[in-house]
């Protein structure tokens, strides 16, 4: 390895530091196990990585025949999850799979598309799954309109701009791992992993979620560090106010790959902070190269 892991790691919170945030970081060389820990036991707030969890569920259950991904689903205009993309920006009926409800999910972290989903696979479902595969610092425990509808609670009377205000964010129980959707860095690594190395289903079900993954649109986070036409990176964000995350696997041309999960609390309450979204892709660059030298 060029540079030892404690200097690695000192370089990854610098990165953090500078940006304005404060980060969790771990970084797995899928196939070698090599691994960069910077502070990837912390329990931290998922928001739409949970998404993540939820497919892995979605999937297993259609390997079990408990569910057809290609079942039909309504969704009408009225009564949808909150959300700027996907359905919830919709005006008309839409009638879709379960399988592209999923791709919505995935691609652009559609929160209807998800409690769709959710109403099909059960929350049950979605920490049995987690627990199985050894997700021991993973649980569920909203829907993600139970989730936005704790946010408006505590937001209170100010509406969105109240969020602007440091008291209210301190405030916000969707903030607090101890009270909502949680996880690890490690745990989001050990489950990226199983879905790459085709164990947390059979491969045709790994591979359909691996493609979901590469779909996302989003790439002013984990892609950023990666700015190479021969490098895909595929994964998926979390965002809440002051939270910016992202979870997921980067490939490289010489067969390399690597399970990368980075969850950050920015300062600033400010909406746009486009140093706080490029600092995820910064720090998992840090990680990834110095994965990568280990293998030379």
Same mark, same amino acid.
């Given at each position: 390895?060029?540079?030892?892991?404690?200097?690695?790691?000192?370089?990854?919170?610098?990165?953090?530091?500078?940006?304005?945030?404060?980060?969790?970081?771990?970084?797995?060389?899928?196939?070698?196990?090599?691994?960069?820990?910077?502070?990837?036991?912390?329990?931290?707030?998922?928001?739409?990585?949970?998404?993540?969890?939820?497919?892995?569920?979605?999937?297993?259950?259609?390997?079990?025949?408990?569910? @057809?991904?290609?079942?039909?689903?309504?969704?009408?205009? =009225? /009564?949808?999850?909150?959300? &700027?993309?996907?359905? *919830? #920006? +919709?005006?008309?009926?839409?009638?879709?799979?379960?399988?592209?409800?999923?791709?919505?999910?995935?691609?652009?972290?559609?929160?209807?598309?998800?409690?769709?989903?959710?109403?099909?696979?059960?929350?049950?479902?979605?920490?049995?799954?987690?627990?199985?595969?050894?997700?021991?610092?993973?649980?569920?425990?909203?829907?993600?309109?139970?989730?936005?509808?704790?946010?408006?609670?505590?937001?209170?009377?100010?509406?969105?701009?109240?969020?602007?205000?440091?008291?209210?964010?301190?405030?916000?129980?969707?903030?607090?791992?101890?009270?909502?959707?949680?996880?690890?860095?490690? @745990?989001?690594?050990?489950?990226?992993?199983?879905?790459? =190395? /085709?164990?947390?289903?059979? &491969?045709?079900?790994? *591979? #359909? +979620?691996?493609?979901?993954?590469?779909?996302?649109?989003?790439?002013?986070?984990?892609?950023?560090?990666?700015?190479?036409?021969?490098?895909?990176?595929?994964?998926?964000?979390?965002?809440?106010?002051?939270?910016?995350?992202?979870?997921?696997?980067?490939?490289?041309?010489?067969?390399?790959?690597?399970?990368?999960?980075?969850?950050?609390?920015?300062?600033?309450?400010?909406?746009?902070?486009?140093?706080?979204?490029?600092?995820?892709?910064?720090?998992?660059?840090?990680?990834?190269?110095?994965?990568?030298?280990?293998?030379?």
């Amino acid at each position: 390895m060029t540079e030892n892991k404690a200097r690695t790691r000192g370089r990854v919170h610098a990165a953090f530091a500078e940006a304005g945030v404060t980060g969790w970081l771990h970084a797995v060389d899928i196939d070698s196990g090599a691994q960069l820990d910077a502070g990837a036991d912390q329990p931290v707030v998922t928001a739409s990585v949970h998404k993540l969890c939820l497919l892995v569920a979605l999937h297993q259950q259609a390997e079990a025949g408990r569910l @057809d991904l290609s079942e039909q689903t309504m969704c009408p205009p =009225r /009564d949808r999850t909150p959300g &700027p993309t996907g359905l *919830a #920006a +919709m005006l008309d009926d839409v009638r879709l799979s379960l399988r592209d409800a999923a791709y919505l999910m995935m691609a652009v972290s559609d929160n209807t598309a998800a409690d769709l989903i959710l109403e099909r696979v059960g929350l049950d479902a979605v920490n049995h799954t987690t627990r199985c595969l050894g997700l021991t610092r993973t649980r569920a425990v909203h829907t993600f309109r139970e989730f936005l509808t704790l946010l408006k609670e505590d937001t209170g009377p100010g509406g969105p701009e109240a969020l602007a205000d440091p008291r209210v964010i301190a405030g916000l129980r969707v903030l607090d791992p101890a009270a909502t959707n949680r996880s690890t860095p490690r @745990d989001m690594t050990r489950l990226l992993a199983a879905i790459w =190395r /085709d164990e947390a289903c059979a &491969p045709e079900h790994t *591979a #359909a +979620m691996r493609r979901l993954l590469g779909l996302q649109v989003w790439p002013h986070r984990l892609a950023s560090g990666f700015p190479f036409d021969d490098v895909h990176v595929a994964g998926k964000t979390g965002s809440l106010p002051t939270v910016r995350n992202e979870v997921g696997v980067v490939e490289y041309p010489d067969g390399g790959r690597y399970a990368v999960a980075v969850f950050t609390r920015a300062s600033s309450p400010a909406a746009v902070l486009p140093p706080a979204d490029a600092v995820i892709g910064t720090a998992a660059r840090i990680a990834v190269d110095a994965l990568r030298a280990r293998r030379d």
